[in-house]
């Protein structure tokens, strides 16, 4: 069975500064897709950003980049210039390419604290 | 107007009594999912439809049952409501392209 881990329960970082968010998975797939989604506490699940397996490059967007070591099976997300409105829990998530479900596997997130 | 949307947002209710959530998309998908969380977890899927006519159990399904009305409409209901159901609950749909989109959640108490 996939499984997803973020062993990092919170991390807090001061507002403009870079920080980085881990998450490791395990998978015998080779077609995939990770994605990072922020749930503020509005509750609300957004996706932030998504990265196909198959793709080297890693995935961007403004100031949210991921760090995709398939070989390692990490996954880790960098947020630039830290926001207040970016203080949320976070969550790594992996869903098959394939056939079956599709569901996303979810790990069981970090809260992130923007210090002012 | 949001693209994945449930009512009620909130729900009180008390145990042994029956209870629907219902979910609405405009986004097109056919592919459709309910999930359950828990205070500081991630999310675990109920049950999950790839169209209306094709319906599956997810990982926790037990005490809950689906419809799907139309390619839009993807309801769960709770037969006989019991304390440990209560947690928020998630819509969400997915894309040809692997996203999954959620409506903004249902708190669900059971007292």
């Known amino acids: 069975a996939q499984t997803v881990t973020q062993s990092q329960p919170e991390m807090s970082v001061q507002e403009a500064e870079t920080v980085t968010l881990s998450c490791t998975y395990d998978?015998?797939?080779?077609?995939?897709?990770l994605f990072w989604y922020k749930q503020p506490p509005s509750r609300q699940m957004i996706l932030v950003i998504r990265?196909?397996?198959?793709?080297?490059q890693n995935a961007t967007e403004n100031r949210f980049s991921v760090n995709f070591q398939k070989a390692a099976k990490s996954f880790s997300l960098k947020i630039s210039d830290s926001q207040l409105g970016d203080a949320a829990m976070y969550f790594c998530?992996?869903?098959?390419?394939?056939?079956?479900?599709?569901?996303?596997?979810f790990g069981q997130g970090t809260r992130l604290t923007i210090n002012p | 107007d949001a693209d994945v949307t449930q009512t009620p947002r909130n729900r009180i209710t008390k145990t042994g009594k029956r209870i629907m959530l219902e979910c609405s998309q405009t986004?097109?998908?056919?592919?459709m999912y309910w999930y359950r969380q828990d205070p500081g977890l991630g999310l675990q899927l109920i049950y999950y439809?790839?169209?209306?006519?094709?319906?599956n159990k997810g990982e926790i399904s037990d005490g809950y049952s689906v419809s799907r009305q139309a390619q839009a409409k993807f309801s769960l209901s709770l037969e006989s409501a019991i304390p440990n159901q209560t947690a928020l609950y998630f819509c969400a749909t997915r894309s040809a392209a692997g996203e999954q989109y959620f409506g903004p959640g249902t708190r669900l108490t059971v007292t």
């Open positions: 990265q196909e397996a198959y793709k080297q």
């Open positions: 986004k097109g998908h056919d592919r």
């Open positions: 998978t015998s797939e080779s077609d995939y897709y």
């Open positions: 998530a992996w869903s098959s390419e394939g056939s079956g479900a599709q569901k996303l596997v």
């Open positions: 439809s790839f169209d209306v006519k094709d319906i």
